[in-house]
């Protein structure tokens, strides 16, 4: 197995905390809110939410109601078909490929992210609809997380497929990432992350050693 570094899990906790620094934040039934949206942490519902981050930057909502992602699911039950019948084994790859058709991968996407949201003046927490990123085509991992995360919500809705997705994020020294989580109803593990080109089983991520996609209680 290639080298990993072990990375660490306290995004989420660093979120909480410094919205609460501000009195940003609130709880209903012990889940945390912003702005009348949940937060999107691990294992939580997707659809419906908002994605903050660790440091001040854009405020994701991600809402199905809203056309992009409407229009970006029908692409993806389509790519997924076969006669006009959505193939249970083809939705995830076919989820991935659409988020990638949608945002493809440049080497400048960080840039490109920064500069818009500057010019939008949303870089400090301020709310704005994925959809306005996968409209313009623009995206880092957390655009491309949240993407593939409420298909599989949606294709799961629809009883399409049984298994749960999952926002999944971590840092190590320098860095942090944010990729889909999908674990089926048999509690196989994939993991979805266009930004990094990776979609398979969890365990065949570790050879890879890109990144470490396993859970603090999965590491041995």
């Known amino acids: 197995m290639s080298h990993i570094i072990t990375p660490r899990w306290t995004r989420s906790q660093q979120v909480e905390e410094r919205l609460s620094r501000g009195k940003q ?3 209903v039934n012990g889940i945390p809110y912003y702005q009348g949206r949940h937060i999107i942490h691990r294992d939580t519902q997707i659809d419906g939410g908002v994605s903050i981050g660790a440091t ?3 405020a994701i909502v991600v809402d199905s109601k809203y056309p992009a992602i409407k229009e970006l ?7 997924a078909s076969k006669r006009g019948i959505v193939r249970r084994d083809w939705v995830l790859e076919s989820s991935y490929d659409v988020v990638l058709e949608a945002m493809p ?26 959809g306005y990123f996968l409209e313009r ?17 949606l294709f799961k809705k629809d009883n399409y497929i049984s298994g749960t997705p999952s926002i999944d994020r971590n840092q190590r020294l320098f860095d ?30 570790l050879k890879r050693g890109s990144w470490d996609y396993r859970r603090p209680e999965e590491i041995k």
């Open 25 to 27: 934040i609130y709880y």
């Open 56 to 58: 001040p930057r854009e």
């Open 73 to 79: 699911y029908e692409k993806a039950k389509r790519k």
């Open 105 to 130: 991968l440049r080497d400048d996407n960080n840039e490109r992210v920064e500069e818009l949201t500057k010019n939008l003046g949303v870089n400090n927490d301020v709310k704005i609809d994925l």
């Open 137 to 153: 085509g623009i995206g880092v991992c957390r655009h491309y997380a949240l993407a593939c995360g409420v298909l599989l919500e």
């Open 176 to 205: 942090a990432h944010v990729w889909c989580r999908y674990t089926s109803s048999d509690n196989q593990i994939m993991i979805l992350d266009p930004s990094s080109r990776w979609l398979g089983l969890l365990e065949e991520s």
